[in-house]
């Protein structure tokens, strides 16, 4: 993927089931500010928790991410 590109799991978001998961330049892109501020967010709950699918793989759960930007007005 080229730098300026955006990641397939972002201009697709809308049709990633709930159960899926996402990876930070999704994140990044999503909020649109850097990792750095992603990571702050989450240490302030702002965003939801990631967790780690293996040891070298951090990933957000769609639903939850749907749930932090929407709130109930799904």
């Keep these: 993927m080229k730098s300026n590109e955006l990641p397939n799991a972002l201009v697709n978001f809308d049709q990633l089931p709930n159960s899926a998961y996402v990876r930070l330049p999704v994140m990044t892109n999503l909020y649109g500010v850097s990792a750095t501020t992603i990571w702050r967010y989450v ?4 965003i939801p928790k990631a967790v780690k699918l293996t040891p070298r793989t951090t990933c957000w759960n769609v639903g939850e991410i749907r749930k932090a930007l929407f709130g109930n007005n799904l």
């Design 43 to 46: 240490g302030e709950g702002k």
